[in-house]
């Protein structure tokens, strides 16, 4: 054995014994140099020697799981061992739990001496053994204590534990209901919401979703009347599993905790169930501590009164644990008190953490200890009585006692970040001073490190002891340091932003507005930056506090007195008020816009040229976007500001800013209403081939396989050249930007240009049809292994809708099918492009219904209903594309609806519709800047002009039918007209025929207009 070696082995060890249950596997896989035969036979020699009866048998466990880490079975071993031992085990322990009525004094033992079976294998395949004996005379019952014994049991791997129990549980519940059994039901709901609560394993937020779940069914049967004790019980857990809640609204989550708490003191009083009410007492007080809603000062009193009261019956000398966690959650009440004597209340706090600590010793309770001395340690350091120096010994004496039990390697790392912050204070932030340091230590850069600053980083002596110039003088350089990690290209990404907001945290706790009001408005306004470009957690509840850092720093930084400050946080704003996701989309962006023209009355082109035009590229931005006002403006704001943005971001000065802006104005241009559509989308392709001249798959190849995503978008949709060969560069694009997005490093870029390739393949002309929309179908299908309805409900949306139009072009099988499938697919649509939110979705999407019930209602069968249908989506989709809003769509769906009306003879709707597709056709023709194309809009349109002219006839409206011809201007309308074919049965009066021969003699001049 490598004597160098025994340290680490030791402390990976410790570490491991230390570890939350469940994360054995974690640790150990953040070590693989280290897992070998030598820690193993140390781990046994250590097992060997120890006294106490659980550290051995964690001792055991560890071993066990080392052990199948470097000797993996086979997999036919594992089959053979799942097969063999743990079904004789599983039998064993049933029969015993049976026989004995669920007495944990029976089974436990069986348990203990079994530990290495109780793993995820057993819980995987208990299911489908157990189903086939559920109706064999006490199985079920033997099961459901079974899992509920071993959901509590103390030993063995916490985390596999709790699968085997909810493995169990959901067992019984597929033979179980509420109407068969409905007080053993709610039981099993009550304990399988227990199990997800305290579960190890799988994504926590949904955990406590199912909990939450199971909870509530559990009550529909726990009524208070029926079942008081179990409802108040079940009120109890609920309270818990929303305090723990991720999410939904975290102040409204413990709003639902509390609720749930007093509901379960209704019943369970002093008197009648005292431990029970000591127990919700001290929940309810831990949730009032922690409450965001009410008075903060109202919530702490609620929180201390309650605490005193649950000490009422949890005394030392009766539950002497449970006594000692509320001392503790008391101390940081009176810790964080606000009313009251700030002095005094401290000294309640450290009298309450000495208390808890006569119970938590070190060997008994080496984690609640180690917390208990860390928060003794910053009582200390915050204390107004007695010595300063002392109360610093004392309070960094504590929390150094702490941290060598949580966090061993807190101490180093902070010395780490004092070295690097002090780097970066003597370079005045110089990456090529700071970023070799980082590089380094690029094992040090993790969330662990992350979670020890929150610990230690206080403990800075410019922040516990400093005046607020040296605090001041700090604050910058963090500020500094923080940009540089932001910015650093090595380590992980996430990691590194969680280290940048973690700093900031803990920064502001000792840098007041009060004592040091500019340091902390810069503090605030690049922390909600952090959060904007933060990779964990919940999207939405990060750009919320991105907002509430920003306009906490908006409140120092006035434009009276900082108006550059002012600026650059109003121009934050813009960033995070366009990407937020909570609350209403076009309230966003208009908050979004009102930002950028703050921020524009200080940065002036002149003054400042660059922030001026990073304002100017994200205004365009939110234009482009914008929900309100009239759609064809706001993109003509959009491309004048790109526009502006170009006078100073040029390719020479500003290569990489140049490069976005020509993206952001070709997807403008794409999107355009006005002007000739043709001659748009040529713009849009001019835009991104220049772009490409920066971004090129050797130096960005993350923005260029995205502007091949959005050039094969482009090539769908063009008018110019043949329509077979763009598809084909449209794939093209598209499979190449799939070189780069992968769904490995890039799930979420994968699945769109999986969407874009699945709509491509709807379309194609070459190869076989059938073969390309199965691929279509292929590659939609696998966009939605990403883009699900909760997280991505509007990609999810546009998929389905994508879908739906893939099988209403399908042929194979029956078509009736495939149309009433497409129809369910645009139908799902709708439930998330409302016209409310996803105005343009909504109608794009009632023009594909529309059009898949004009094909239904040409097959034979419900021929009425379906032509009435698709009359009232197209109806509905020309809300939304009017001639002055959406001229191109206006037109297609004025066609299509048009024609619906003019075989059946409804005249008079059909002269509406048509008139409407007229009308965006003269709007399209005076956008169009030149001659050729503006006779080519009206070719394409001459069918309309045609059926409006025999509608008017149809209708003996003579006038109007002359006056369509003459807004036509075309030859071919008037000797149309001439033809017999296009009169209605009797005479046509002289004077019409006058007028059609005026106009033919006329139409030269006409055309030369």
């Keep these: 054995m490598d004597k160098q070696r025994i340290p680490r082995y030791l402390c990976l060890i410790e570490e491991l014994l230390r570890c939350s249950p469940g994360r054995e596997e974690a640790v150990l896989s953040d070590n693989p140099d280290l897992l070998d035969a030598d820690l193993l036979k140390m781990m046994k020699q250590r097992a060997a020697a ?107 791997n916490k985390a596999s534990n709790m ?137 702490l009193e609620l929180a201390i009164t309650a605490y005193q009261k649950a000490l009422s019956v949890f005394t030392k000398e009766a539950f002497s644990t449970k006594w000692a966690d509320i001392q503790d959650n008391l101390g940081n009440a009176y810790s964080n008190r606000i009313e009251g004597d700030k002095a005094e209340n401290l000294e309640m706090a450290i009298t309450a953490y000495q208390r808890a600590l006569l119970v938590y010793t070190k060997e008994a309770f080496p984690t609640e200890w180690a917390d208990t001395q860390i928060n003794l340690g910053n009582a200390y350091s915050s204390r107004i009585k007695g010595d300063k120096v ?66 230690t980083i206080t403990d800075l002596p410019e922040f516990s002891q400093g005046e607020p110039k040296a605090k001041e003088y700090m604050a910058m350089a963090i500020g500094d340091l923080c940009s540089l990690i932001q910015e650093f290209p090595l380590g992980n990404k996430a990691s590194n932003m969680e280290i940048v907001i973690a700093v900031y945290q803990e920064a502001l706790k ?84 009102l930002c950028a023209e703050k921020a524009l009355e200080v940065y002036s082109k002149e003054e400042f040229p660059s922030e001026w035009a990073k304002l100017q590229n994200n205004l365009a931005v939110a234009y482009n976007e914008r929900i309100r006002g009239n759609r064809a403006d706001n993109l003509e704001y959009a491309i004048a500001a790109y526009n502006l943005a170009l006078e100073v971001h040029t390719k020479k000065d500003f290569p990489i800013d140049w490069a976005g802006a020509q993206q952001n104005l070709g997807n403008a ?29 050797e130096n960005y190849p993350y923005q260029w396989a995205i502007i091949q995503n959005n050039l094969g978008t482009f090539y769908l949709g063009r008018i110019k050249g043949e329509k077979e060969e763009n598809l084909e560069k449209s794939i093209s694009c598209l499979t190449q930007a799939l070189e780069v997005h992968t769904k490995e490093n890039f799930p979420i870029d994968w699945a769109k240009v999986q969407i874009n390739l699945g709509s491509a393949y709807i379309y194609r002309i070459k190869e076989d049809k059938e073969e390309n929309l199965e691929k ?31 099988y209403g072009y399908r042929s194979s099988g029956n078509m009736k099918d495939n149309l009433a499938q497409a129809i369910r697919y645009f139908t799902l649509v709708l439930e998330v492009h409302t016209k409310e939110d996803f105005p343009i979705q909504w109608a794009r999407t009632q023009h594909n219904l529309g059009s898949a019930y004009v094909r239904l209602y040409n097959i034979r069968g419900s021929r009425v209903e379906n032509l009435k249908n ?18 191109i769509e206006c037109l297609s769906i004025s066609r299509r609806l048009g024609a619906l009306h003019f075989t059946q003879g409804d005249w008079r709707e059909a002269i509406d519709t048509y008139e409407q597709g007229i009308t965006a056709v003269e709007l399209s023709r005076s956008w169009a800047s030149t001659d050729d194309r503006r006779q080519e809009i009206l070719a394409e349109a001459i069918e309309v002009y045609q059926k409006q002219v025999q509608a008017y006839i149809n209708t003996e409206q003579w006038d109007k039918a002359i006056e369509t011809v003459e807004r036509s201007k075309t030859r071919n309308l008037v000797e149309l007209l001439a033809n017999r074919d296009l009169y209605p049965k009797g005479d046509i009066p002289q004077e019409i025929i006058f007028q059609l021969d005026r106009l033919r003699r006329s139409i030269p001049s006409l055309e030369r207009q």
Excluded at 535 to 553: K, Q, S, T, V, W
Excluded at 562 to 570: L, S
Excluded at 680 to 690: A, D, R, Y
Excluded at 872 to 885: D, K, V
């Design 50 to 156: 120890e006294k106490d009866h659980d550290t051995v048998n964690r001792l055991n466990v560890l071993a066990q799981l080392l052990e199948e880490k470097l000797n993996p079975p086979s997999r036919g071993d594992r089959e053979q061992l799942a097969n063999k031992d743990q079904l004789d085990f599983l039998l064993k322990v049933l029969q015993a739990t049976r026989d004995s009525q669920g007495n944990p004094q029976v089974v436990y033992p069986i348990l203990q001496r079994n530990l290495a079976k109780l793993n995820d294998n057993l819980a995987a395949w208990l299911p489908t053994w157990a189903t086939a004996r559920l109706y064999e005379f006490g199985f079920a019952p033997a099961l459901l204590s079974f899992s509920n014994l071993i959901a509590q049991f103390p030993l063995g």
């Design 163 to 299: 699968e085997i129990a909810i493995a169990g549980y959901e067992t019984i519940l597929k033979v179980l209901n509420s109407q068969n059994d409905p007080e053993i039901w709610a039981k099993i709901q009550n304990n399988w919401g227990n199990a997800y609560s305290d579960r190890v394993k799988g994504d926590q937020a949904e955990n406590l979703e199912m909990a939450i779940s199971a909870y509530q069914k559990a009550l529909s049967v726990y009524t208070k009347e029926a079942f008081p004790a179990d409802w108040a019980n079940t009120q109890n857990n609920l309270g818990t599993a929303y305090w723990k809640r991720i999410k939904g609204d975290q102040a409204e989550n413990l709003e639902l905790a509390i609720a749930a708490y007093q509901k379960s003191l209704s019943v369970c009083t002093e008197k009648a169930f005292p431990t029970e009410w000591a127990d919700t007492l001290n929940n309810l007080g831990m949730t009032y501590w922690k409450r965001i809603k009410g008075d903060k000062a109202e919530n």
């Design 390 to 455: 002392d109360n610093s010994q004392k309070g960094n004496y504590h929390k150094k006692k702490g941290l060598e039990i949580i966090a061993p390697k807190a101490l180093e790392e902070l010395q780490f970040f004092t070295d690097i912050l002090r780097a970066t204070a003597d370079s005045d932030g110089d990456p090529q001073i700071v970023y070799p340091l980082l590089e380094a230590n690029l094992d040090k850069l993790n969330d662990n490190f992350a979670d020890n600053l929150r610990l």
């Design 510 to 593: 000792v840098l007041t507005c009060d004592s040091n009001p500019k340091s902390w408005a810069a503090l605030q306004n690049n922390l909600g930056i952090s959060y904007l470009g933060r990779i964990r957690g919940n999207r939405a509840d990060n750009l919320e506090y991105a907002i509430r850092h920003l306009n906490l720093a908006l409140s120092v930084r006035t434009k009276e007195k900082f108006p550059d400050d002012w600026a650059a946080t109003q121009t934050n704003l813009v960033n995070v008020y366009r990407n937020r996701v909570s609350e209403n989309k076009s309230d966003n962006l208009e908050h979004a816009i």
């Design 669 to 697: 241009y794409s999107n355009r209403i006005k002007g000739d559509k043709k001659e748009n989308l040529e713009k849009f392709i001019s835009c991104l081939t220049q772009a490409l001249e920066v971004y090129t798959k």
């Design 776 to 806: 279509a179908i292929g590659y939609l299908t696998r966009a939605l292994e990403v883009y699900t309805k909760e997280k991505f409900p509007d990609e999810w949306a546009t998929i389905q809708r994508n879908l739906g139009g893939a």
């Design 870 to 887: 698709a009359i009232l989506h197209f109806n509905r989709s020309l809300e939304i594309h009017t001639p002055q809003a959406h001229p």
